[in-house]
């Protein structure tokens, strides 16, 4: 595989060990690193050099992280990967709908981290608006609102945050255990049909009143959304109806 190209990465922590020991690791990977030991710092880096990825830890002084997110995106699309603290579900999902790209919970191994990074370097800069659209389905992340052409769809808070979360990584298939996590915080446990019933509420929602279909079920993988072309003679899929991969 090609090697990944030099990264230029900024570092917004504010806890000084956890940050000397990422910029170190990185430094020796070849990365630039530029540092930033709370918000106020991190946001006026953030907005005045360019970065190829931006690692910002939610809690920080000064200001947090999601306010940081906010003023960078409304000027730019750095990429970004949150650090969140595995009691805070909710930072994670505000995160992704406030523009993150990605998230690590504490404590994440170096190498998580650098793999996540290169994912994201090599997905580049986004041009990801905050309205996000598939065929007639349109996603507002900032209002957080859901349409069906102009039929406005009511979702509860988890059903806009699992919908944000299929949609953001539209032709992407997502696991179970995937979506249970970046949704509710859970390891998997095969017992519960949490993220089975949930895809259905939503799906009955989005989905089965409308055309074309955008959430597709992939028998033993998980589930992605995406339009596909249409079969000739017309819809011949097999949505699996809710049920189980
Ligand atoms: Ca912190």
Not at 102 to 112: R, V
Request: one cysteine or more.
């Amino acid at each position: 595989m090609e090697r990944d190209k030099h990264m230029k990465i900024l570092i917004v922590e504010d806890e000084l060990r956890t940050a000397d020991y990422l910029s170190k690791g990185l430094t020796e990977q070849g990365c630039t690193v530029d540092m930033a030991h709370n918000g106020i710092d991190g946001q006026h880096l953030a907005l005045t050099h360019e970065y190829d990825v931006i690692v910002l830890d939610v809690m920080l002084p000064g200001q947090d992280g999601f306010a940081v997110l906010r003023a960078l995106r409304a000027v730019k699309e750095t990429p970004v990967i949150m650090l969140t603290a595995r009691d805070r579900v909710e930072d994670r999902i505000k995160g992704l709908h406030e523009g993150a790209d990605d998230y690590l919970i504490k404590p994440f191994s170096f190498l998580e981290l650098l793999a996540r990074l290169q994912a994201l370097n090599r997905r580049g800069r986004k041009q990801e608006p905050v309205q996000m659209r598939i065929a007639n389905l349109q996603i507002d992340l900032l209002a957080r609102k859901a349409f069906r052409g102009t039929t406005r769809i009511d979702l509860t808070a988890k059903e806009f945050a699992l919908l944000a979360v299929l949609a953001r990584r539209q032709g992407e298939i997502l696991s179970k255990t995937a979506i249970a996590e970046l949704v509710w915080d859970m390891n998997f446990d095969s017992n519960t049909n949490v993220v089975e019933v949930a895809i259905k509420r939503l799906r009955d929602k989005i989905d089965a009143p409308f055309s074309p279909k955008v959430l597709h079920t992939i028998r033993g993988m998980g589930y992605v959304m995406e339009l596909r072309d249409a079969p000739a003679g017309g819809e011949s899929e097999a949505q699996g109806e809710g049920g189980a991969p």
